[in-house]
């Protein structure tokens, strides 16, 4: 943000200056233009198609109007701005290169191009979407990114990507097929909020970002919704995940994050899965509907757990453990669909607590092959002697406070329907 403030004024001078262009719709009319143009102008092109492809090194607002093309047959990236200041907006963009080790884009953003503005455009076909290498304080808002579907998807580029680029915002936007979303590598202090993510194979796929924030986001039909890994003090809050195949919300070596207010549901794997992942804050998710509610594993400990809901998962909870794990906080719990509990003082938290596993769930999860005897009068009767006397059980996860009733996410009402 220091570098929006230090371009204020120049923005400002060159605003008060600002002459209009009107672009020609000619081969080499963009580039000719820019060669005349002065800090602050607006280039307004003329509809139809451009075959050009072109740098904008100085702070210049290119305005497409929604009815000019830009097409880069094939060459490299389309639109590649390194200046100050610059905006780039109502352009339709196609046809970049196919180069994954020169991140080919429909527009690419550079470290020196300090503050840009990508607004309201729609980028069909290209490897990458908006590459943003190395340019701080971009906003990244309101486009509709359709990447490639005519390779396999990991050979596909991102719809956005996000490389040591402090202070991104990625908002409002529209961004279907292609590999994933959002990647975020080696940066820092983002934002990627109430964008639509379909046909992908993650929503968000966080690397080596901290500080950020994955908010009003909605992930449909995707391999995986929000992955967040080696990461610390990322805020996961009020995100959709609907029909995810793999994982709604996975963290992998992700510590002391926000994960609250998140509506999961309808996904084959697993609403939630933690590994290695440490002292992070579970409060007032919705996971509805799912292979597993919640999987911990490989050691992740300390980490926070109540106000959630967890409704008609197959397996609520996978956690295997020697000691009992408390998951309650202040006196509340979570809710869970499968707990026949009673609350005779009417405060809403029931009078018993609520374990979700027993001891045979630890012998199918390492023995496989046991689920065969799923039915038989021996496992019903571990089971009921489990429940009976809880000083049988092995240990694991405990809600010494479970609640009687769920409370939906604001986040449900971003979808209406199951996608």
């Known amino acids: 943000m220091r570098w929006l403030l230090a371009l204020m004024p120049i923005l400002f001078a060159a605003a008060a200056a600002a002459a209009d262009w009107d672009v020609p719709n ?69 046809g970049s290169g196919s180069g994954h080790e020169t991140i080919d884009s429909g527009i690419k953003l550079t470290k020196t191009a300090r503050a840009p503005q990508i607004l309201d455009n729609v980028l069909l076909g290209n490897l990458y979407g908006v590459d943003i290498h190395g340019a701080r304080d971009a906003r990244v808002a309101g486009n509709r990114i359709e990447g490639r579907h005519d390779a396999r998807m990991n050979a596909r580029g991102n719809g956005v990507y996000v490389w040591n680029a402090p202070g991104a915002v990625v908002e409002d936007n529209d961004i279907r097929f292609g590999r994933d979303g959002i990647f975020v590598n080696s940066s820092k202090r983002n934002i990627f909020r109430d ?110 757990i109540s106000g959630n809901a967890f409704v008609g998962n197959r397996t609520q909870v996978k956690y295997v ?10 006196g509340r719990g979570n809710y869970w669909s499968d707990f026949a509990g009673f609350d005779v003082d009417g405060d809403g938290i029931a009078d018993a607590p ?36 809880p000083a049988l059980l092995p240990g694991g996860v405990i809600d010494s406070h479970p609640l009687m009733k769920p409370a939906k996410p604001k986040a449900s009402q971003k979808v209406t329907h199951d996608g």
């Open 321 to 330: 453990s020697t000691k009992w794990v408390e998951w309650s906080e202040g």
């Open 26 to 94: 000619r081969p080499g009319a963009i580039a000719e233009t820019l060669a005349q143009a002065a800090d602050g102008d607006v280039l307004r092109l003329r509809p139809g198609t451009y075959a050009e492809t072109f740098v904008l090194d100085r702070p210049v607002v290119l305005d497409g109007q929604g009815r000019a093309t830009l097409d880069g047959q094939g060459r490299g990236s389309v639109i590649t701005v390194t200046g100050p200041g610059v905006t780039v907006r109502g352009l339709t963009v196609i």
């Open 195 to 304: 964008n639509l993510f379909r046909d992908l194979r993650f929503a968000v796929h966080y690397m080596y970002a901290d500080d950020s924030e994955v908010s009003g986001n909605v992930s449909i039909g995707n391999h995986l919704g929000y992955a967040v890994m080696f990461s610390t003090r990322v805020q996961v809050t009020g995100n959709v995940s609907i029909g995810d195949r793999d994982h709604g919300v996975m963290l992998n070596y992700a510590n002391k994050g926000e994960i609250s207010g998140n509506y999961v549901k309808g996904t084959k794997g697993k609403c939630a899965f933690l590994y290695n992942a440490h002292r992070n804050r579970f409060a007032g998710n919705w996971f509805e509907g799912c292979g597993i509610g919640i999987h911990f594993t490989a050691g992740s400990q300390d980490n926070r």
């Open 354 to 389: 609520y374990r979700p596993n027993d001891s045979m769930d630890h012998v199918l999860w390492t023995q496989p092959a046991a689920k065969l005897l799923m039915g038989s009068p021996a496992v019903q009767l571990v089971r009921w002697s489990q429940s009976a006397f």
